[in-house]
């Protein structure tokens, strides 16, 4: 999960010609879902708001609704209530939609929050609090893991999410061992390099951290 920026994406021309009240969301053509999904992938590339996997055929892909369309209506056609998620059953917006009763205001939203103050993704696939956080900011944090459930100690997403960040382990190693024979002006450019070609890739953050050294551990 990292912050995704929605201010230079303009909101789809189609979401002015449908109206809460009068319209719902199974009234959208498939061409009026084209361009949401588009204006989606300018923000998120092609990856889930929540967990950062690839929205391809093997995970599935839907228009998300932050704010659920059951309990927050008005939101239907919102775009600000609008992102791309997965469709697995067991994580991100379908595990949301599925939860019971929760306080929406300690969800954080990716395009409001930067979502790499309240975790650190380790190499082992685990995600960790910051250990800076409030009390108040580590419940925040706790519910967004818990309702998307991005965290579960056997599921897939750490596997993902280890698979992708062990590759960069060596570079970091690697790194290392230049910084103990190199200045700063020749291998710093080389790290820039690294964490500008991963910010496109699945997990991108799992990624940064480690090459940060951030998140690397045994």
Request: proline share 5%; aromatic share 8%.
């Amino acid at each position: 999960m990292h912050q995704l920026d929605r201010s230079y994406v303009p909101s789809p021309v189609c979401l002015s010609r449908y109206q809460h009240g009068r319209d719902n969301w199974n009234n959208l053509s498939d061409a009026d879902r084209q361009e949401i999904r588009v204006a989606l992938e300018v923000m998120q590339g092609r990856r889930c708001a929540y967990c950062e996997c690839s929205l391809d055929a093997h995970h599935g892909q839907h228009i998300e609704h932050f704010l659920q369309r059951g309990r927050y209506p008005q939101g239907t056609f919102d775009w600000n209530n609008l992102f791309w998620s997965c469709e697995r059953d067991n994580s991100c917006g379908k595990h949301k939609d599925g939860c019971d009763s929760y306080n929406h205001d300690d969800l954080i939203k990716p395009d409001v929050e930067d979502p790499e103050q309240f975790f650190l993704f380790v190499s082992n696939g685990s995600i960790a609090l910051r250990a800076s956080l409030t009390a108040a900011q580590q419940h925040r944090a706790k519910e967004t893991l818990r309702i998307l459930n991005l965290d579960a100690q056997w599921g897939p997403l750490r596997h993902m999410r280890q698979r992708a960040a062990r590759g960069y382990i060596q570079v970091v190693e690697d790194i290392m061992e230049m910084a103990a024979i190199h200045p700063p002006d020749v291998r710093q450019p080389l790290l820039e390099q690294e964490l500008d070609q991963s910010r496109s890739l699945p997990f991108c953050t799992a990624i940064k951290h480690v090459l940060t050294r951030q998140g690397v551990t045994r």
